[in-house]
Nanobody, 122 residues
Framework: QVQLVESGGDSVQVGGSLNLSCAVT????????MGWFRQAPGKEREGVVY??????NLADSVKDRFSVSINAAWTTLHLQMNSLQPEDTAMYFC?????????????????WGRGTQVTVSS
């Protein structure tokens, strides 16, 4: 089993930055992709960014503002968010997949954290 715990969510003003972290514990041997997803009230969960091997992909809405990184041991996944906008307000979830290049398809992820709240106000 794999456990994921997110942290770093906060309330910030427009233009601010946050760095979210996801602690990964348990049996990581079969993990091949990690991702960040978000869900705003009344909206469907959407993929923000994923990483698998040397490949990453970001949603168009966050390109040039967000970036993802993971340490070599796959114990901590980060999401650096810059130039935050009110539309970035959501619960952010860390997810792990046993599939290579799972991309931003939520259905391909096997493990999920409980989320961390990000609120951006003007």
């Amino acid at each position: 089993q794999v456990q994921l715990v997110e942290s770093g969510g906060d309330s910030v003003q427009v233009g601010g930055s946050l760095n979210l972290s996801c602690a990964v514990t348990g049996d990581k041997s079969r993990l091949r992709s990690m991702g960040w997803f978000r869900q705003a009230p009344g909206k469907e969960r959407e993929g923000v960014v994923y990483i698998s091997g040397a490949r990453t992909n970001l949603a168009d809405s966050v390109k040039d503002r967000f970036s993802v990184s993971i340490n070599a041991a796959w114990t901590t996944l980060h999401l650096q968010m810059n130039s935050l906008q009110p539309e970035d307000t959501a619960m952010y979830f860390c997810a792990a997949s046993t599939t290579w290049y799972a991309d931003l398809a939520a259905q391909d992820y096997n493990y999920w954290g409980r989320g961390t709240q990000v609120t951006v106000s003007s």
